[in-house]
């Protein structure tokens, strides 16, 4: 059952050095807190794991936290390119970053199979295209050959949502990415939540993780932050922009980290 605790404990009992760790959220409820804390704690040798890493990721990777990157598609939406990937990629700043790239409908395929404690999903896929299918299968049926990838089983699965209850059940809304298959697929999962409520109201097009697939909740308001929170607040379109200077040179992005990350207090 979920215990609804401090983000610093939080992060401090589930993750560890070298875990295979996803924080997932799409457009919104993307948890930059949670990451925040993950680079306060400074932990090391991550395995990252993310459909569509955007700046929180640049952020994790540029502090130094990650060995590697399973993805699909990277970057500072509407904006460019992530400097910290490119630097580690590119030069091996502040270490190596060992990329694993997918399609998306193989990531997706891969966290559906997680989800369902499967050792492998399946699609019609990568053909033609510069990506090579991890491994192929031949179906029992058709006799078809079709793409196979690994399923995503992290250590650890961080996700953001608006609320929870006091028994530990997460309700979240909006534009949803693959934050229950996160939750099912991890051996370990922690909620931020905006607040916990009595009782949760039912929505048109929420979902509700329940709290036996959750270990911990901490309540962090303005836990997605630059992100947006859907009927909490807006996406700070300025610090995207921003992001990209603040990144693009080691000294800027190193004094960043000191004042906004290292020098904070979790929640």
């Known amino acids: 059952m979920a215990e609804i605790v401090s983000l610093a404990d939080a992060i401090s009992a589930l993750v560890r050095d070298g875990d295979t760790v ?3 959220g799409f457009t919104h409820l993307i948890p930059h807190a949670a ?3 993950i680079i306060r704690q400074r932990r090391r040798e991550l395995a990252l794991i993310r459909m569509t890493p955007d700046i929180v990721y640049d952020q994790l990777i540029g502090a130094g936290c990650a060995r590697s990157l399973t993805f699909s ?3 500072n939406p509407g904006v460019g390119s992530l400097h910290r990937l490119r630097d580690a990629v590119e030069n091996g700043w502040p270490r190596p970053l060992e990329l694993i790239e997918h399609s998306h409908a193989g990531m997706a395929a891969a966290w559906a199979a997680g989800a ?4 492998f999903g399946v699609l019609r896929g990568y053909r033609g295209t510069d990506l090579h299918a991890p491994a192929t299968v031949t179906c029992p049926f058709t006799g078809e050959q079709l793409a196979a990838v690994p399923a995503h089983r992290p250590d650890v699965g961080i996700v953001h949502a608006q609320r929870a209850d006091r028994r530990g059940n997460v309700q979240l809304w909006g534009i949803l990415g693959v934050q229950k298959e996160t939750v099912l ?3 370990r999962a922690l909620a931020t939540v905006e607040e916990v409520v009595d009782a949760l109201e039912p929505l048109p097009g929420a979902i509700v993780l329940p709290h ?3 270990e911990a ?3 962090v308001p303005r836990g997605a932050a630059p992100s947006y929170a859907h009927g909490y607040y807006d996406r700070d379109n300025e610090f995207y922009k921003q992001w990209d200077d603040i990144s693009r040179e080691r000294e800027s992005f190193a004094q960043w980290l000191d ?3 290292y020098a904070e207090v979790a929640a």
């Open 22 to 24: 996803a924080l997932e």
């Open 35 to 37: 990451g925040h804390e």
């Open 73 to 75: 598609w990277g970057g």
């Open 116 to 119: 369902s404690n499967l050792p």
């Open 185 to 187: 697929a991890s051996a």
């Open 212 to 214: 036996w697939v959750i």
């Open 217 to 219: 909740i901490a309540v």
């Open 259 to 261: 004042e906004h990350v």
